[in-house]
């Protein structure tokens, strides 16, 4: 099979989303489409599938004119996608989301046996530990997409659509997914693949397309002809630079201390210390327990024994309320769009949200005046940009939204800042500011407790990194900043094995 896109143009109103954009996808091949965010790709995947309807151009399969009013036009001709954006039923179960398209019956009433049956056979590809019978609402974002990816799997189409797939899960998931894609590419599937790790893309892909400000800047070039300099050069328009991390120097002071915790969710024994001024890593597989450990520090997961010290007094955490306005302690969800963010509401009150209280007059009133001067400069300072701050947050983009959700903590004055995977969908160029940004606020003497599936990040930024495996911390490692090094002792430590010692100093804790 082969898809053409002949120059596809796409406008809305005051934006040229596409501009004559033309490629093609071949069966037997994986091709990167890369770009910025705001580059036009996730316009063109949503023309590919239906979602769109291109104002010029054409599209082509196997050379004849295709025009789909609906996604099901675009699955039936045998094309699916996984968007960023999920699209899962949260109540059904995930065996439901996967078969969703075609639920098989018996006798006119959904077959569940068959339902989960047939699942499992496309969830295992990818992770064999999630349990079709439970309902999506209970699994966490990188489960979620995990899903959702097997959920595509499932419709066996000619071309499959992969839209940041791996930025929710970490290197394991991933390799698996690309076991997958490559035994679909041997098979004859043609396969787009969206993604900001470039890494990812270097090693995967067989030809890229890169798209800057709705023009294709690279079109169906071989991936063997570019490096990653290339390729960042035609994404961005200019050479990347690596992110400067200052001169940082964490003290010894400790602020947070765990000491044999225990959770509600399974946590033993934890002991962890955060020290003031410092980038603590916590990197796991999915599953690991991070996440839900971060919650269990903010009051959302009840701590059933051991210790806690904010500067050297033992609290009790029993709300997130608790945590942020008596203890200080703020957090950035993975899943910034849905629990961290109002999308619907201005960058101003946004950042103010934290600080409502103190805003308020004494009759309970907020004015926007008051908050515009309390947020302005917080704003400015981390480049936010926008027109204005009365620009919904729903329409900034990626790297922006990170740099409101930052700002609302710094507004709050935490000491203790949580941040779940920092950069989960953020381009390449913002990403870099994301990391700065982070090292200047730890600088400054904001502590953070880092959460990242991305290891060459966790490798950037953290100062020491705890490796979590089943829901226990297993290993401790001072950052040496050396990626060959430092991956290896991690997965040294998740396969229960001692980790080699060359160039990092590397420690078992618990």
């Given at each position: 099979?082969?898809?053409?896109?002949?120059?596809?143009g796409?406008?809305?109103?005051?934006?040229?989303?596409?501009?004559?954009?033309?490629?093609?996808?071949?069966?037997?091949?994986?091709?990167?489409?890369?770009?910025e965010?705001?580059?036009?790709?996730?316009?063109l995947?949503?023309?590919i599938t239906?979602?769109?309807?291109?104002?010029?151009?054409?599209l082509l399969?196997?050379d004849e004119e295709?025009a789909?009013?609906s996604p099901?036009?675009a699955?039936a001709r045998?094309?699916?996608?996984?968007?960023q954006?999920r699209?899962?039923?949260?109540?059904f179960?995930?065996?439901?989301?996967i078969?969703?398209?075609r639920?098989?019956?018996?006798s006119?009433?959904?077959?569940?046996?068959?339902?989960?049956?047939q699942?499992?056979?496309?969830?295992?590809?990818i992770?064999p530990?999630?349990?079709?019978?439970?309902?999506?609402r209970?699994?966490?974002?990188?489960q979620?997409q995990?899903?959702?990816?097997?959920?595509a799997?499932?419709?066996?189409?000619?071309?499959?659509?992969?839209?940041?797939?791996t930025?929710?899960?970490t290197?394991h998931e991933?390799?698996?997914?690309?076991?997958?894609l490559?035994?679909?590419?041997?098979?004859g599937k043609?396969?787009?693949?969206?993604?900001?790790?470039?890494?990812?893309?270097?090693?995967l892909?067989?030809?890229?397309?890169?798209?800057?400000?709705g023009k294709?800047a690279v079109?169906?070039?071989?991936?063997?002809?570019?490096s990653?300099?290339?390729?960042?050069?035609a994404?961005?328009?200019?050479?990347?630079r690596?992110?400067d991390?200052?001169?940082r120097?964490?003290c010894?002071q400790?602020i947070?201390?765990?000491?044999?915790?225990?959770?509600?969710?399974g946590?033993?024994?934890?002991?962890l210390t955060?020290?003031?001024?410092?980038i603590l890593?916590?990197?796991?597989?999915?599953?690991?327990?991070?996440?839900?450990?971060?919650r269990a520090?903010?009051g959302?997961v009840?701590?059933?024994?051991?210790?806690i010290?904010?500067?050297?007094?033992?609290?009790?955490?029993?709300?997130v309320?608790?945590?942020?306005?008596?203890?200080?302690?703020?957090?950035?969800?993975?899943?910034r769009?849905?629990?961290?963010?109002?999308?619907?509401h201005?960058?101003?009150?946004?950042?103010?949200i934290?600080?409502?209280?103190?805003l308020?007059?004494?009759r309970?009133?907020?004015?926007?005046?008051?908050?515009?001067?309390?947020?302005a400069?917080?704003?400015?300072?981390l480049?936010?940009?926008?027109?204005?701050l009365?620009?919904?947050?729903?329409t900034?983009?990626?790297?922006?939204?990170?740099?409101?959700?930052?700002?609302?903590?710094?507004?709050?004055?935490?000491e203790?800042l949580?941040?779940?995977?920092?950069?989960?969908g953020?381009?390449?160029?913002?990403?870099?500011?994301?990391?700065?940004?982070?090292?200047e606020v730890?600088?400054?003497?904001?502590?953070?407790?880092l959460?990242?599936s991305?290891?060459?990040?966790?490798?950037?930024?953290?100062?020491?990194?705890?490796v979590?495996?089943?829901?226990?911390?297993v290993g401790?490692?001072?950052?040496?900043?050396k990626?060959?090094?430092?991956?290896r002792q991690?997965m040294?430590?998740?396969h229960?094995?001692?980790?080699?010692q060359?160039a990092g100093h590397?420690v078992?804790?618990?």
């Amino acid at each position: 099979m082969k898809l053409t896109i002949d120059s596809i143009g796409k406008k809305f109103p005051g934006v040229t989303a596409l501009d004559s954009v033309s490629f093609e996808i071949r069966s037997g091949e994986i091709h990167a489409l890369l770009g910025e965010n705001g580059a036009g790709k996730s316009t063109l995947i949503k023309m590919i599938t239906g979602l769109y309807r291109p104002d010029s151009g054409r599209l082509l399969i196997d050379d004849e004119e295709v025009a789909f009013a609906s996604p099901r036009d675009a699955i039936a001709r045998g094309i699916s996608a996984v968007h960023q954006e999920r699209n899962l039923i949260t109540r059904f179960s995930v065996g439901e989301n996967i078969l969703l398209e075609r639920l098989p019956a018996r006798s006119g009433v959904v077959d569940t046996e068959r339902v989960h049956r047939q699942a499992r056979h496309f969830l295992d590809m990818i992770d064999p530990s999630i349990d079709t019978r439970t309902e999506v609402r209970r699994l966490s974002v990188a489960q979620m997409q995990i899903v959702e990816i097997a959920k595509a799997l499932s419709l066996e189409a000619n071309v499959l659509i992969l839209d940041e797939p791996t930025a929710s899960i970490t290197g394991h998931e991933a390799e698996a997914l690309f076991t997958v894609l490559r035994r679909l590419r041997d098979e004859g599937k043609a396969i787009v693949f969206v993604s900001h790790k470039l890494e990812e893309v270097v090693s995967l892909c067989d030809r890229v397309t890169v798209l800057r400000d709705g023009k294709a800047a690279v079109a169906r070039e071989s991936i063997a002809n570019m490096s990653r300099g290339k390729i960042v050069e035609a994404m961005i328009g200019r050479k990347e630079r690596a992110a400067d991390m200052g001169e940082r120097a964490p003290c010894n002071q400790p602020i947070l201390e765990l000491e044999g915790v225990s959770t509600a969710l399974g946590h033993k024994n934890i002991n962890l210390t955060l020290h003031r001024g410092e980038i603590l890593g916590l990197y796991g597989l999915v599953g690991a327990g991070r996440t839900e450990l971060a919650r269990a520090l903010i009051g959302d997961v009840r701590i059933t024994a051991g210790r806690i010290a904010l500067n050297g007094n033992d609290v009790r955490i029993p709300s997130v309320s608790a945590a942020i306005r008596k203890h200080r302690i703020g957090y950035i969800s993975e899943d910034r769009k849905t629990e961290g963010l109002i999308l619907a509401h201005p960058i101003r009150s946004n950042i103010a949200i934290t600080i409502w209280r103190q805003l308020a007059s004494k009759r309970g009133m907020l004015s926007r005046r008051r908050e515009h001067n309390a947020v302005a400069p917080l704003a400015e300072k981390l480049e936010i940009k926008a027109p204005s701050l009365e620009q919904a947050v729903g329409t900034l983009s990626g790297g922006n939204q990170q740099k409101v959700s930052i700002a609302k903590w710094l507004a709050a004055g935490v000491e203790i800042l949580i941040i779940d995977e920092p950069t989960v969908g953020i381009d390449i160029g913002t990403k870099t500011a994301i990391h700065e940004l982070i090292a200047e606020v730890t600088r400054e003497g904001l502590s953070v407790l880092l959460i990242s599936s991305d290891m060459p990040e966790m490798v950037t930024l953290a100062d020491r990194i705890l490796v979590m495996h089943n829901s226990t911390i297993v290993g401790e490692i001072e950052n040496c900043r050396k990626y060959e090094i430092v991956s290896r002792q991690i997965m040294d430590f998740i396969h229960g094995e001692s980790p080699q010692q060359e160039a990092g100093h590397a420690v078992a804790n618990g």
